[in-house]
């Protein structure tokens, strides 16, 4: 997370912000879902460290539920159609970034 540009770590608030006004609950593991269910609107309109701090487990949730491969686990809650855009965004960050170290 540190490593990415702020570029991508805007996209990658965006992503939430307009998953949040289409209502979307749960996440892609437990670490990033104990965060969400803690915010409150001030946290997300004042970018708490509390809101900053979800997003970024949010995306290391989500880019370790993506390189594992696994679409079912228990810690999925996420409704299927916002995991499938989460893991379409990581895929083409990936294959943006090639050259990153994992």
Do not use: M
């Not at 915010?39 to 880019?63: G, H, M, P």
């Not at 228990?74 to 294959?95: I, M, Y």
Request: some cysteine; charged content about 30%; hydrophobic content about 45%.
């Amino acid at each position: 997370w540190p490593r990415l540009s702020n570029a991508t770590r805007a996209s990658w608030e965006l992503l939430l912000l307009k998953e949040l006004a289409a209502g979307a609950r749960g996440e892609l593991g437990w670490s990033a879902e104990w965060r969400k269910a803690k915010l409150e609107a001030a946290d997300i309109r004042q970018r708490s460290r509390r809101w900053r701090d979800y997003v970024c487990e949010s995306f290391c949730d989500t880019v370790a539920a993506v390189l594992s491969g696994q679409y079912v686990h228990e810690e999925f809650t996420l409704a299927p159609k916002f995991a499938r855009r989460r893991r379409s965004w990581v895929r083409r960050f990936l294959a943006a970034n090639a050259e990153l170290p994992v």
